[in-house]
T-cell receptor, first 112, second 112 residues
């Protein structure tokens, strides 16, 4: 079946630190991969996506590269800010239905 | 640009009662989705709809009913609420075919 595994949180960092949140997947076929972000009290927003192997998605300083050989889509940011504190979800979709399968989410806390 | 709206945002109900969560989108998106968010599970798909009058089960459909008589509306009904259905419910929509999925702000439901 299709599934997403992401690292347990919370991840606690100081401002300007380097961020990595690991995400690996299992999928039949060729999935599209996504990172969504959820700020406190809000719904989910698409942060970035990649639709084929070796694609790099990027947005707001965040990046993730679709690695088929390691079935991974790790989220990185070179210098986090307090405003990046949120829950980050890795997700995949397979086929044309756009049904998203989510990981359990990783809470990021950034302190000044 | 109203986007996607959910109501009620917060609801407390008793075990055994019927509850309906409303979802309305103004984009005329073909696809609509209902997810529930629970700690340790991330988001799990309850039901989805590819178009008006077409609905299909997701990962956790038991105890829920949906309908889609109009493209813009996708209500979710808990026929006889149970405590295990205490959760945050997110409605989402997309144009389909790999386009971005947009989420509502969520409905917090507590079953006592």
């Amino acid at each position: 079946g299709n599934s997403v595994t992401q690292m347990e949180g919370p991840v606690t960092l100081s401002e300007e630190a380097f961020l990595t949140i690991n995400c690996t997947y299992t999928a039949t076929g060729y999935p599209s991969l996504f990172w969504y972000v959820q700020y406190p009290g809000e719904g989910l927003q698409l942060l970035l996506k990649a639709t084929k192997a070796d694609d790099k998605g990027s947005n707001k300083g965040f990046e993730a590269t679709y690695r088929k050989e390691t079935t991974s889509f790790h989220l990185e940011k070179g210098s986090v800010q307090v405003s990046d504190s949120a829950v980050y979800f890795c997700a995949l979709s397979v086929g044309n239905t756009d049904k998203l399968i989510f990981g359990t989410g990783t809470r990021l806390q950034v302190f000044p | 640009d109203a986007g996607i709206t959910q109501s009620p945002r917060y609801k407390i109900t008793e075990t055994g009662r019927q509850v309906t969560l409303m979802c309305h989108q103004t984009w005329s998106h073909s696809y609509m989705f209902w997810y529930r968010q629970d700690l340790g599970h991330g988001l799990r798909l309850i039901y989805y709809s590819a178009a008006a009058d077409i609905t299909d089960k997701g990962e956790v459909p038991d105890g829920y009913v949906v309908s889609r008589s109009k493209t813009e509306n996708f209500p979710l009904t808990l026929e006889s609420a149970t405590r295990s259905q205490t959760s945050v419910y997110f409605c989402a929509s997309s144009e389909g075919r790999g386009n971005t999925i947009y989420f509502g702000e969520g409905s917090w439901l507590t079953v006592v």
